[in-house]
């Protein structure tokens, strides 16, 4: 059973920057294609990043240029800096792993078999 949890969240100026955690654990991290989705109130889960096993790197168009999903192996974590960020910005974050290595549709949270339980992150303006 894999375990997820992320940190980092928090309160932040507009303009600012914030860097997210997840730390895995119970599987077999280096193998696993992960990413990071949000959610606000009243609206449905988005997709944010995602980083294959090989790194390869996908981005919601909302945060292209401004955040940077990577990951490090050897302590089983997977990071979202957030920079220049924006009161749209605000929700609550999540990161999922899909252990099959194989995502064949980054965007979809049906892609990913584990989740976290989530890290608020708050712009203000």
């Known amino acids: 059973q894999v375990q997820l949890v992320e940190s980092g969240g928090g309160l932040v100026q507009a303009g600012g920057s914030l860097r997210l955690s997840c730390a895995a654990s119970g599987g077999t991290f280096s193998t696993y294609n992960m990413g990071w989705f949000r959610q606000a109130p009243e609206k449905e889960r988005e997709f944010v990043a995602h980083?294959?096993?090989?790194?390869?790197?996908y981005y919601a168009d909302s945060v292209k240029g401004r955040f940077t999903i990577s990951r490090d192996n050897a302590k089983n974590t997977v990071y979202l800096q957030m920079n220049s960020v924006k009161p749209e910005d605000t929700a609550v974050y999540y990161c999922?792993?899909?252990?099959?290595?194989?995502?064949?549709?980054?965007?979809?949270?049906?892609?990913?078999?584990?989740w976290g339980q989530g890290t608020q992150v708050t712009v203000s303006s």
């Open positions: 980083i294959r096993r090989s790194g390869s790197t």
């Open positions: 999922a792993a899909d252990p099959t290595g194989r995502t064949w549709r980054v965007g979809a949270t049906q892609s990913y078999d584990y």
